[in-house]
């Protein structure tokens, strides 16, 4: 594809963008945002970006990206899990407070990818029509474990969101999200940024 077939499919796209998809994206970016400041309204802002998305993949992609809807329905059901954590306080701290994994928390993380990975991808060729198998499941089990390890304050759910959005950039301009796909280059600036400040919030919890 040439760079002027790109601009078109580009400026195309724009025009054609459904207002759940300006919408979702406008949440995402806020939930980011939040998530980068350790401010829980990155749950909130992220339960509506979800949802909607959700909506999207399944309804408004031909075919639909399955596994990224139901990522975002789990999206919704860890956000849930996940505020109700950030709530929780012991005293004067939080009860989870930003650190890095140990070796438990770094083998169920990895082992939740490959888990996930394997039965998304697997489940994607025997029982639907999608296109996009490999990406797909890609996308969803690295999603997975960083909504995991961000659940639990963990500074390598960084590492696994800035691996999720690399894939995700190339998938959603493929199946024709060109806003989606601005988003995840978005959220790949974030996620390094918030790698960053969290890791240097935990030195402070030292």
Not at 85 to 96: A, E, M, P, Y
Not at 119 to 138: A, G, M, Q, V
Not at 177 to 182: A, D, I, M, N, Y
């Amino acid at each position: 594809m040439t760079i002027n077939e790109i601009y078109h499919t580009f400026i195309t796209n724009i025009q054609q963008t459904r207002w759940q998809e300006w919408i979702s994206t406008l949440m995402q970016i806020l939930s980011v945002w939040y998530a980068r400041k350790n401010n829980v309204l990155v749950y909130p802002t992220g339960i509506i970006g979800v949802l909607l998305a959700s909506y999207v993949y399944y309804f408004l992609s031909a075919p639909p990206l399955y596994a990224d809807a139901v990522l975002n329905i789990y999206y919704f059901v860890m956000s849930v899990l996940g505020w109700y954590f950030w709530l929780q306080k012991k005293d004067t701290n939080d009860i989870f407070p930003i650190s890095w994994c140990n070796k438990k928390e770094l083998q169920i993380g990895i082992g939740l990818f490959f888990i996930f990975w394997i039965s998304i991808y697997f489940l994607l060729i025997k029982i639907t029509d999608s296109n996009t198998p490999i990406l797909d499941s890609l996308v969803s089990s690295s999603a997975v474990t960083a909504m995991w390890w961000m659940a639990k304050r963990k500074i390598e759910n960084w590492h696994a969101w800035i691996f999720s959005n690399l894939i995700a950039i190339p998938l959603n301009f493929y199946k024709g999200f060109v806003l989606f796909t601005l988003m995840y280059i978005l959220f790949l600036a974030m996620a390094y940024m918030g790698y960053k400040t969290w890791k240097n919030l935990a030195k402070q919890n030292i």
